[in-house]
């Protein structure tokens, strides 16, 4: 069983660098090993049998390691901090399945910004990586511990800012050809029912189409919401097609 | 649903060919149900008498759909007809019920091999969460072995008087008018495994099809094709210590790496786990997600042997056809699974029931004949009865199995007290429970917070190695 989790992560590894789309070329030890883990696991899966013999398994092991770290040191520049000696995540903050919040205050101040930052790596390695689940080092980590305001300063702001700006540049502008075209200065139009319904519209639409392709997103969730529903109700347009006939 | 066995008027009419038996009554012969759609035709009063036997119906497909609707139809007063292919036939399936079945169905409870009451998910990174605390102790969901289930139903229905033919159902000659029988074609074995078998024909009035997700009936009436799941497990024998920790729990794995629109399971079993997989869109890469899946529970499954490795298609939506002429498609033929949980055994049985109960009151207990217009009720009360089910499963699904984030948001959720009782809730008694909107509101934030999180990290993990 030992034996095909790790060739099998390193399967999930290879593959999942494909599906990442990450520019590495693999390296010759590396899928050398894949082929010879691949054949193991093929073995093993006819054999209809989990147990292997020791020295499948640390021959496997010893390819493995190999490996991992001509994998890690090119992949992983950012994670230099939490290199590993088996497929495991390490990192000398992360203790008993949750980050030591004492480890990322900086002078008395919490740095949250550290721990949306750590936990990212985490995952990004998971994913790459992805681990048995353990039962005696399960992760307790919640992520709602970190306020909600480090959230907004780290991710959304530059975004805010984005929005704001663009709803302030199309108001002045539509204020001003507004009042070039009926006269009404601002004052007016914040009266007028169809200008404050036009404005509504405006920031709606704002908030939602921030970059091209979200208008084609947008049409696309709208045909997602009821395909379900009208794969329901293909039974009844069968029936109104066939009103009267006989079968 | 308790069954009285009562003896109606008309059961004391019977004809000299009926065999004696009770005649459930769970309502009063009344009027025809009167159709609000003014495209149907008025259903049966006017249809002629049958004369000189009771209606025949073919169940083809012994499953739970196929062996609910046998029961319903014979202790109905109709002459029922059940064929299935394989009377021992070991299905793959998760045998998860929820605790309604056992009550509705009047199941025995030593057909339950385990009852699970906690469940533990699993997110892409480790997160692990415990279900299962808002259950009452009498509350669980029953694991139970396909053979030993569908021998059950299907040995009521022979009781209450249907016949139980072991063949292979081939085709149907449709009929030229309109109240000519369907003739069947079938290949009877009667018990003699591996030999050639003898054709046959029947004819019958009508026909339910429960033959499961590659249904013949189903294609034989052009139901049209539905797009379906690949669902891989492995049955694994594991060491008794480790069988301990699955004593009553199930776990659930979701992420990428177990499968890109479906999650991964391990479930106790009367003596080994099933370890499985399912996906939709990438079926050719079932086995890598298998692996990915082993390799999660790892530590839990080590040194265990491979018993069976099987695999079956899920249904992902009802056909588009699901009813023609007096043919009417049930359980996975009809596609009545859910999406999100993949649930089906239930539902099957449910629309098997569901549908007889339609024939029988269309035929008023097998006197008259029946006609489409009766088979639409049954669509009618199924699509009324369970479609907020199905559409608040598919929209979890579509908000909560689309990528990572949104995963370790659905496993952060459903640490969540609330949502663990209506969760359940839904599941063991199935109804739509609307809920303390105080409580919904919260949840509604909390769901929205927990997605707007998982997908600020998600950007971050983008700049990390871009």
Redesign the interface.
Known sequence: ??S??IS??L??VC??HQ?TK?PQSKPGARSLGMKEATCV?ALN?EA????VSAQEKSALRIQKHKAEDAADSK?????RGAELSAVKFRDERWKNGTWDLNMFSKNGKMYWDGI??A??????F??LH??????DD???????I?P?WA?MM???LPEAELINGRAAMVGFFMAYVVDALTGLGVVGQTGNFICKAGFFVTVIAIILIRRTQDVGNLRKLAD??TF??K??Q???Q???DQ?GK?? | MASIALKSFIGLRQTATEKTHFTMQAKPVSPKPSNHRTLQVKAAKTSPKVTGRNLRVAVIGGGPAGGAAAETLAKGGVETFLIERKMDNCKPCGGAIPLCMVGEFDLPLDIIDRRVTKMKMISPSNVAVDIGQTLKPHEYIGMVRREVLDQYLRNRASENGATVINGLFLKMDKPGDGEAPYVLHYTEYDGKAGGAGVKKTMEVDAVIGADGANSRVAKSIDAGDYEYAIAFQERIKIPDDKMVYYENLAEMYVGDDVSPDFYGWVFPKCDHVAVGTGTVTHKGDIKKFQLATRNRANDKILGGKILRVEAHPIPEHPRPRRLAGRVALVGDAAGYVTKCSGEGIYFAAKSGRMCAEAIVEGSENGKRMVNEADLRTYLEKWDKTYWPTYKVLDVLQKVFYRSNPAREAFVEMCADEYVQKMTFDSYLYKRVVPGNPWEDLKLAVNTIGSLVRANALRREMEKINV
């Open positions: 069983m030992a095909i989790a099998a992560s399967q999930t593959s999942s599906v990450q696991v899966v209809n049998s989990l147990n992949s992983k520049d950012g994670l949306i930052l936990e990212a790596k985490r995952r990004k998971l994913e992805p681990e048995a689940s353990m039962n399960p992760v307790v980590f919640r992520s709602s970190i909600w959230w780290r991710s959304y997602e919401a379900y529903d794969q329901w293909a039974s009844w069968h029936q109104n009103t006989k079968i």
